[in-house]
């Protein structure tokens, strides 16, 4: 089962949980100092390291070359590889689990970027399986790090655990409660970063969030995972008090089902408009007001991203074509 | 290069994010940058900002960029091209290059030291390629293994196999020193 298909933990406000970890192999230059036939090598030497006993099943090997430019958008999309990743594939090769949880990007940034991802909030969850997968790696190929440094990367900005973890909030009602910039500005002062999760940064759509820990030097991993879950359970807690206020009102309760009266019949629907009126029946679904399980808006949200779309098609579509795709799909999961 | 937003000044934060199923790149100076919201040290998983630690050098240490072109042994970066990237070049530069280094990385993490995790890296004899190579030429004599050796290294070097050459080199080293004897 594919993480944005799963029902999980306070799955009414938090869309997803990511993990990741940065890891360069100590024999080798980073990858901006590696021609193609040097990142070949590492790539190879990451696979036949992890890629034993069950793991050999479980997981494919792909060489980014060997994917459309679509495939890896889509990839992008679904969160599995960072844009960047999709948009040079020359020496590069991905490590995908088959349930599409566990991602390993080799040759971006770093030699070995680590991500796993899980529906709901399951922050520990999803750091051991990442850890597993270092402690696999790290046991049979030297890891480059330096006792005061911590992990080595090509960047500096992520050194010491290398850790990145963060979860996708839907938070309809601080938005529109104006609370977001205030709540941004106190969980920076705290080490966190919260922004939007899609659309430009200063205007997110769809009223999902991305909450990040930005520290990663001189905070270990388990004081990092504790530290972003005990504020994001705080923005939960605040989001449901939220919630609760404007589900009294009528204006409201309107909008959620006027939203879903459109998604049942429109004929077309741009990506923009599926995400706002797929924020207001994503909260009607999640409280109650509609009786629909709140994973379809997940999936729907993952499944409807242009290049996923186009990839579904095995075609690349024009934007009206797959508004039309994009409306049938929404109002297939929806009936 | 002029910022796309302002078109004044000069792009310093380049942007890669998927618009519309596009990985599109922009080119923003620093203010605008942090207008849109790009302002911070993050190249988390919806976008990447790889050249982020560059710009903010350039920012913070003008007096660097005559300091001479001293190369890293393992990777032959200089600092002036790991200024220049905004990316270190091996894990030797972290090294060469420490206190030219030290105060940007203070500036992004403080003073702090690692807290984290420690990898623990144990040999498994039978999967390294060294012993292959050892067992090998046992036949032959110390100078046509050595030939053979430095050969093989010279291949493992110009096919970016550091890690095969590393071994390597500490077997020729090891031979030559068993002549001297
Ligand atoms: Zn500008
Ligand atoms: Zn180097």
Not at chain 1, 301 to 309: G, R, S
Not at chain 2, 106 to 119: F, L, M, S
């Amino acid at each position: 089962m594919k993480w944005y298909e799963n029902n999980a933990e306070h799955a009414d406000i938090v869309l997803s949980t990511r993990v990741r970890l940065a890891r360069n192999l100590k024999d080798y230059p980073f990858p901006s100092r590696l021609n193609e036939a040097g990142k070949n090598k590492v790539n190879a030497v990451v696979r036949d390291a992890l890629l034993t006993g069950k793991r050999a099943k479980t997981f494919d090997y792909v060489e980014m070359r060997t994917l459309s430019h679509t495939q890896c958008v889509s990839l992008a999309e679904k969160h599995l590889i960072s844009p960047e990743f999709a948009s040079d594939s020359e020496g590069r090769a991905l490590i995908l689990s088959k349930d599409e949880d566990v991602s390993i990007m080799l040759c971006e940034e770093d030699h070995v970027r680590v991500q796993v991802i899980y529906p709901g909030l399951s922050l520990e969850a999803a750091y051991e399986t990442a850890n597993e997968l270092d402690e696999a790696l790290s046991r049979k190929v030297e890891i480059a790090f330096d006792p005061r440094l911590g992990y080595l990367t090509q960047c500096p900005t992520n050194l010491g655990t290398g850790l990145r973890a963060s979860v996708m909030l839907h938070l309809p009602a601080l938005s529109r409660s104006g609370a977001m910039q205030r709540l941004a500005n106190t969980v920076a002062k705290l080490g966190l970063i919260l922004r939007g999760a899609y659309g430009e940064g200063s205007k997110p759509v769809g009223d999902i969030y991305q909450l990040s820990n930005q520290v990663t030097l001189g905070i270990s991993e388990q004081a990092a995972i504790k530290n972003l879950e005990s504020i994001a359970n705080q923005i939960i807690a605040q989001e449901k008090s939220a919630r609760e206020a404007l589900l009294k009102d009528d204006v409201f309760i309107d909008r959620i089902w006027r939203a879903w009266g459109i998604l049942q019949s429109a004929h077309m629907l741009s990506c923009a408009e599926f995400m706002e009126l797929g924020s207001l029946v994503r909260i009607g679904a999640a409280e109650g007001v509609l009786d629909i399980p709140v994973q379809t808006l997940t999936r729907l949200l993952v499944e409807t991203q242009p290049a996923t779309l186009n990839c579904a098609q095995g075609r690349s579509c024009t934007p009206a074509e797959r508004d039309v795709l994009r409306a049938r799909a929404v109002k297939e999961a929806l009936r | 290069m002029l910022c796309q937003n302002c078109n004044q000044k000069e792009a310093t934060t380049h942007i890669k994010r998927v618009v519309n199923g596009e990985a599109e790149e922009h080119h923003l100076c620093s203010e605008c940058a942090k207008k849109l919201g790009y302002d911070h040290f993050l190249d988390d998983f919806s976008l990447s900002i790889p050249n982020f630690f560059s710009s903010f050098f350039h920012d913070t240490m003008p007096a660097l960029k005559g300091a001479g072109a001293e190369h890293c042994g393992t990777c032959g970066s200089s600092f002036e091209d790991i200024v220049r990237s905004g990316m270190v070049g091996c894990a030797d530069c972290y090294d060469k290059f420490f206190d030219r280094l030290l105060p940007s990385i203070q500036r992004i993490h403080g003073r702090a030291r690692h807290a984290g995790k420690t990898p623990h890296y144990t040999v498994e004899p039978d999967e390294k390629g060294a012993d292959k190579v050892a067992e090998a030429p046992k036949a032959q004599t110390a100078e046509q293994q050595i030939a053979a050796l430095e050969a093989e290294m010279q291949k493992a070097i110009e096919s970016q196999n550091f890690e095969q050459a590393a071994v390597l080199r500490d077997k020729i080293k090891e031979l030559k020193g068993d002549d001297r004897k």
